[in-house]
């Protein structure tokens, strides 16, 4: 409890490597272990304040016309990996029964994906990050985290691993 307290920045990446990573020799990846990481570590390093301060952050909309941007350039650098890796060969396109479903998923579990993600990573690890680097610097060492974290998926592709690894990398850097 004292180390979670005193590195509570170091206590979550381990803990969110570990909890994904653990799942690897079954063929799966843990997508939810930030959130878990950082429900875990906020309370024993900030107590209740920090879960409220945590929960703000999730449910806080502070954007005006920004929002085309945050929804327009993940998809840019998206396809931007897909045509420089050359994967738009092998992409089959969705039916909207397919897009209906995975929407239906995330409905059920919405700890898959972004948002067993997103929460740790920037509700949590980057304001941390923050307090002792510029918002750049914070953001480029988080990326670099993040993209290190995710590497176990190329293991679990199918396919190129090399086309994959790069799109991924291009992708969760940019």
Avoid: K
């Avoid at 920045?9 to 997508?31: D, E, Q």
């Avoid at 939810?32 to 301060?53: D, Q, S, T």
């Avoid at 050359?86 to 239906?104: N, P, Q, T």
Wanted: no cysteine.
């Amino acid at each position: 409890m004292t180390v979670v307290r005193n590195h509570p920045l170091v206590a979550f990446f381990v803990l969110t490597y570990a909890i994904a990573w653990a799942f690897i020799p079954v063929g799966s990846f843990g997508a939810f272990a930030p959130l878990v990481a950082a429900l875990v570590v906020v309370p024993v390093a900030r107590g209740r304040a920090g879960l409220v301060e945590l929960g703000r952050r999730i449910v806080r909309w502070r954007v005006r016309w920004w929002w085309a941007l945050a929804l327009g350039v993940p998809i840019a650098v998206h396809l931007l990996a897909i045509v420089l890796t050359g994967g738009y060969r092998g992409i089959a396109f969705a039916s909207a029964g397919d897009v209906l479903l995975v929407f239906l998923l995330r409905l059920v579990n919405p700890t898959d994906g972004p948002l067993g993600e997103e929460p740790g990573w920037r509700g949590f690890a980057l304001p941390g990050m923050q307090s002792r680097l510029s918002p750049l610097a914070a953001t480029s060492v988080l990326a670099v985290l993040i993209t290190v974290w995710h590497l176990p998926l190329v293991l679990l592709a199918e396919g190129d691993r090399a086309t994959t690894l790069a799109g991924m990398v291009i992708g969760t850097v940019g």
